[in-house]
């Protein structure tokens, strides 16, 4: 759907979960104690399809144990459009081997030489995707 404000082009679900599986790094916001942080991490999606990504214990997985409710987002753009796509759902940490197991098979790996054991899936309650055109601005006259 176009929408009004010139080039702009709402994402069909999925245009989005396709832009989802065509990348591997994304941003995750997560808020607890009145504090918002935003994350990068690097994902897969599975079948199902929910998000998953690897991390190791610290802020991340605290802040997702106090509050579970999560936005993650990726973006790109080349010289005639950019695009932006966000899913906002709960995260929650894989703790079922059979679970672990099937991530694995996702071949998602760490991106910096660290140990990261604890898996998370983020189950999607909203998915939502714009595409732009991009162009000067009009003039203001």
Request: glycine share 8%.
């Amino acid at each position: 759907m176009v929408m009004g404000f010139g080039g702009i082009t709402e994402l069909t679900t999925d245009q989005c979960w396709q832009l989802l599986r065509s990348r591997d790094l994304g941003r995750i916001a997560a808020s607890a104690a009145g504090t918002v942080d935003i994350f990068p991490i690097n994902y897969a999606v599975d079948a199902t399809p929910a998000i998953y990504f690897r991390t190791a214990p610290g802020t991340k997985l605290l802040e997702l144990a106090i509050n579970d409710r999560v936005a993650f987002e990726i973006d790109d753009h080349d010289d005639s459009e950019a695009w932006s796509v966000v899913v906002k759902g709960r995260a929650e940490r894989v703790e079922r081997q059979s679970e672990m197991d099937a991530a694995e098979l996702l071949g998602l790996t760490p991106w910096i030489p660290t140990l990261k054991y604890r898996w998370v899936r983020i189950r999607p309650t909203e998915i939502s995707g714009r595409r732009f055109a991009l162009g000067p601005e009009p003039s203001r006259v």
